[in-house]
């Protein structure tokens, strides 16, 4: 069985994201891990950040894991910002880490969104699949969450539990 990460991307830790992440972890038995209890700045040319907590959460994750799910609400039709400093941060890995960049080679992710639409917009997954494709990650799908009157509805835990067996 593979050994997975849930990356958990949501503004409120304790929100909807939070919750179809948990339904998740409870069936793959994959830790979740909250960037919003890290403290990992955007993206700096002149890496001033190198000492905030982005290199030791990515290096534990590539020594650790083969597979990363990321978990993050959609916000304006997209991945939250908490997401998006997550990967601009990946660029670190690819310019003065590039050890631990190598060793994302032949990991494997996927996707899980929670909106309050049931629907997402077209292209919502293209930069994850593309960052995939350029980072040499198996790509190996997504889940499409929501929740109704603070509940997870039938039809999304029917959809969390088939993801679950793609990743497991
Ligand atoms: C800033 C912001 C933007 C949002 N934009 C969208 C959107 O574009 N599409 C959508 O379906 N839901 C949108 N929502 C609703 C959230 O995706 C939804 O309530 C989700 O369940 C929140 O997850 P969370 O509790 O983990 O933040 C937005 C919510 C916020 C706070």
Redesign the pocket.
Known sequence: MKKGIILLA???SN????SVSKYLSDRTSFQIIDLKSKFIEPFDYEFKNSNDDFLPLIKEIVNNFDIIIFAT??????M?GTMKIFFDRISDCLKTEKETGRKLRGKEMAVLS????KE??NGFHMPFIETANYLGIKYVGEVH???EDNEIPTEVKHNLNKFAQIIL
Request: hydrophobic content about 25%; charged content about 15%.
């Open positions: 949501s503004s409120n929100g909807d994201t939070f609400p959609v916000y304006w039709y997209t939250s929670c909106g309050s639409d997402l917009k969450c929501w929740l």
